[in-house]
């Protein structure tokens, strides 16, 4: 199948490469070009001038870095106006709840549809095919994009028929990400306090009730400080907790625990942490301790 | 061996079990004598009229509900000054750091060895020998006591040459418990706030990076809400986030999210949850956000 | 001087009222026609047809209820655009510190000068003339605004040469009145816990160290439960606290208590109270402690 | 009257002086002998060979520092066990709850009155007899208090018939501001963020709403970071939130802010402050924010 293809960032571009390892043609845009011209040069996908080329065909993915860059590629630039009827539109980008309620919205509208197919895993993972996706949308549109997700995940987890619902889930991960690391945080800096290393408590947690993926790499990051090259930079972490606290609030739902990751995702950052990995967040508590 | 054992609850009495299918004889100790009675008939264990007479032979175990438990048996009852010098005392209670690191100083300065070595798990797991045990003391006394631990542990986990260590351990790892459940209640809030079912969150959770035991056990029972019979009760919890806290403000270590517990735990018990399991704790979240 | 005036809710109409005691003329705009009319009916002031017709005189004030009427009416309407050259425009509403700053750059780029003037206060201290004025912006605008904001205000207080400062300040302080309000329930809920009426203790607060208007206004609210009908409605709190984090979080400042009071509110309007004082975010305190 | 009185410290010595200034005579006792020589020879009062002598006549005052001062002087010398039968016990102490409660039914079991009187105010507005008295008790043993009680106070609140409603109410009012001191931080390092002088803003804050000695107290203190010499240690104001938070659990009451307070205390203790006054944690606010 041709299938459209917006935004070779790290992420999108293991992505894509899965979905031509699949046996799928491409037609790609980015708004940097030289990714594109190098996708173009090396696996001989087509380039589009415009947004609005990539739409035209019965399927097409989109993995834009946030609500703004979603904003003005498909609705600022006339994009999703000029799309093909018909199209099923699958967004993996982490998005607001509220974006992706307007998309899904503004897609109906124009006889589009959408699926909303966030991912948990790094680009390596991605590569790999070893993502976990979750995935919304209305159910037809959701079986035809299956087969495709699956290319580059190692399950495909419908989570709903409205496409929100998978941002909602996507986000809710990514807080349970930053609640583990400040629990580590929080532990280790017990631990330490009283003689023992942290790295002794993150190997008794990691290997036993703690055995998670989760557990296991921010345990690491943490026990070793290796926090730079970022993974996942700071401020990426705080605008996850945002998006979390704002699809909270929209529903008068508070989120404690995602209220002081906030502040300290900004202490970390106002002490100037903002190029470190997020999971840096955990060294407030052993700096608050003293240690 | 001949085993000196205090303390036939729940989780004392599988322990014991696992000594004496271990080949031990023990000698043993229980405030209400029942327990100790049972044991006798159907074991033909030995026992004894005081703590004290447990404390005769090489090595005892102690397994105790509470620090206001451990004062009264061993200490107000004189049990500890009355031991067999060169006893290797075995104290598998959750205490406090503050009492470990006072009994250890009592036990050196009458010539007795003190190791702690609370565990994970529950008294089922106790009784298939499937625990961790976290132990600190001092290295003999440890490689003393460390065939018996084995026998009621998957594994045993040297975690320090001071016995507070391992108290220092435990207390971290249920924080971290706590901290799980009330991540999962956020979690699952935000969820069900945007017509997630939280079930169907949990099962990507522990589907993915999430897959550990912990998770699993917490998000079972949260997600159906199966909080009696209680398998350890809300006030147990109170307790041992109180606990972390007091350890922490010992160092001057700030634990904010185990503030955060500490008050919706009171929360809990004020609006009458005290017989429940601690996990109930999570229904915080949904409740305060109208669910 | 014939003063342009926009906005005549409550707060305005009462603004309103005394620029004209003062012996100034108006020219009026509102939304909703009927306050303006009522206004030109029995004072004789000047109805404009629209908001850009109130902005062509030396001087125009605007008190209108959140960033979106702003934008609208003074934005996107071209109003702003439209307005006479020199221009002093005195913005009485609590907006955003984002907004003012955009309002302060589009002012200087067209040629006006750009007052921020929130207000301290409530209407029937509007009408008195006993409001305090927070003020800021260029020393030569704020020079020929004061005249008129002491006709409104018992003090007009100059914060600062850059109009977001006066936002600023209005946020403290109502980030400090809501935290009043949470201090006030906490201590009150502790009392009560023990068998103190909550009032006897705030007779004792504000008849000593807390003798501020703030304290006994809210302990009084707060101690009859007197919560409807609404001064400040519950979402306008909230939003306030709101803008408070935003504009911390724009410079990297966490404000915990205010993180707090944020999941306050929404518990409160979660459960069902939107339509009471903001001062009712204060029962949280006595709801968990199961008073 | 003659009148026992325990405790010469330095606001201990300013109400044995009210109250020979109100012609009383006194029998005092004090742990370091220096005190009592001084005020002996000075004043000509008689020195008391142990604390129970002070407490032979029909009313005696202490003012210990903690609870350990009042259980060892006290209850453990067996002072209070030799205590004349019929004397009134005012005890002015900040004491915890628990202990206060434990003390009113130790007096009763002995025939013995006892009165709280905790004081609001420093030794200087004690020597002034300015103080703020919060006093609880049976009826009649506070009447027979209350004459010696106005000498030291301006105003003498009864606030229960019981003793441990006045540490109750104590509490509540240094919880309160130590709320204050903490809210004070954050708006300050708010505006700061924003290039406001947090002494603006304070100048704001006292100058209206908040026109009260608390705030401008500690407004004042924080505004010019004067944190030395301290008037109150930052220890002594974790320990006056740590027994709020104590008296709160006692009632499954949960205190948030005093949780965030607590937590501030510990690191700013952690990062070398202990000897600062406790409005120095209002430096916390300002340092997350990187200012």
């Known amino acids: 199948m041709t299938v459209g293809f917006i935004g070779l960032g790290n992420m999108g571009a293991a992505i894509a490469g899965r979905l031509l390892q699949g046996g799928h043609d491409l037609v790609v845009w980015n708004r940097s070009p030289a990714a594109a011209d190098r996708l173009a040069a090396e696996r ?157 408590l993150y190997e008794v947690m990691t290997g036993s009730l703690f055995a998670s993926p989760a557990y296991r790499v921010y345990a690491g990051l943490i026990g070793e400080q290796r926090f730079e090259p970022a993974g996942f930079r700071m401020p990426l972490g705080l605008k996850d907790v945002r998006l979390a606290l704002e699809a909270g609030e929209a529903r008068h739902a508070p989120l404690p625990i995602a209220s002081l990751l906030r502040d300290h995702f900004l202490a970390a950052i106002a002490r100037g942490d903002a190029e470190k990995d997020w999971s840096a967040v955990a060294m407030t508590a052993f700096r608050n301790a003293g240690l």
Request: with cysteine.
């Open 44 to 200: 001989g996908v087509r380039r589009a001038a415009s947004p609005a080329e990539t739409l035209q065909g019965d399927l097409a993915f989109s993995m834009l870095a946030d609500d703004a860059a979603v904003e003005a590629t498909l609705v600022g630039s006339g994009a999703l106006a000029a799309a093909a009827k018909g199209l099923v539109h699958v967004n993996c980008a982490t998005v607001s709840v509220t974006l992706s309620e307007r998309l899904e919205a503004m897609h109906q509208a124009l006889g589009l549809a959408y699926v909303a197919a966030p991912v948990l895993g790094r680009p390596d993972a991605a590569a790999a095919g070893q993502l976990h996706v979750l995935a919304a949308g209305e159910a037809a549109a959701l079986a035809r994009a299956r087969p495709l997700l699956e290319l580059v995940g190692q399950r495909v987890w419908a989570v709903g028929d409205h496409a929100p619902m998978a941002n909602v889930v996507k986000l809710a991960c990514n807080f349970a990400l930053a609640a583990t690391i400040e629990t580590l945080g929080e532990a280790g800096a017990l631990a330490k306090a009283h003689g023992v290393e942290p790295q002794t």
